[in-house]
């Protein structure tokens, strides 16, 4: 009998430890996954944005700066950012003044009065290094969602690079109808594309 009791107590001994090593185990991992994002302060002077804008008779390409950004980044994941366009810096690279002139007035961008773009992540989504960015794209006041693939790397030296070689942006969504053969169906050889697109190269550091 003696033994009996004692090999049970042994046994309600194993399982009170096992339930609070369990209990540990768990509480660590809450902690570990609760762990704060960490905000990464885009530096504008090493990072760009690039567009591309085409017609029927050629393109026109060029660049425009940042004002501002951050990053949320957990660990090495980036799970979120907020993004400044200063749109009164659009640049032909060809130098050309008068389409410069073109695109910010108000057919175009109208930057006397909109003068900034924003984009606001909502979500990260893949593994590694490739992933999709899905978020929200504010131009001329007008905000509509927007998704494009990524490559996001935190670097050895503690800063987080991002690249998006080909953002797709239609316009017409933005209120900017100008050539385009959506609303001026006899336009003929001056139809400019709805879509324009944006290369972005980013650098964060804490």
């Known amino acids: 009998m003696i033994l009996l009791y004692e090999l049970k107590n042994k046994r309600m ?9 369990l209990v540990a185990i768990i509480g660590l991992s809450a902690f570990t996954n609760g762990a704060k994002p960490v905000a990464y302060t885009v530096d504008v002077a090493k990072s760009t944005i690039t567009w591309v804008g085409k ?6 390409n060029g660049s ?12 090495k994941n980036v799970i979120g950012g907020t993004f400044v366009i200063d749109m009164t810096t659009i640049k032909d690279a060809d130098g050309s003044e008068k389409l410069e002139g073109h695109l910010k007035a108000d057919d175009f961008f109208g930057t006397a009065k909109y003068p900034t773009s924003t984009f606001v992540i909502s979500k990260v989504s893949g593994s590694g290094a490739n992933v ?37 942006v239609d316009r017409t969504k933005y209120d900017i ?7 001026f169906d006899s336009i003929g050889d001056k139809a400019i594309d709805d879509n324009f697109e944006l290369s972005v190269k980013l650098v964060a550091k804490k």
């Open 132 to 168: 999709t960015v899905t978020g929200n794209l504010t131009i001329k006041g007008i905000t509509k969602p927007l998704s494009f693939p990524a490559t996001v790397s935190v670097n050895a030296d503690g800063t987080v690079s991002a690249l998006a070689g080909k953002i797709v």
């Open 64 to 75: 425009i700066a940042l004002k501002s950004g951050s990053l949320n980044v957990n660990g």
């Open 177 to 183: 109808k100008y050539g385009s053969k959506s609303f």
């Open 55 to 60: 017609k029927v008779t050629g393109s026109h």
């Open 13 to 21: 001994k194993l399982k009170i430890t096992s339930i609070f090593a």
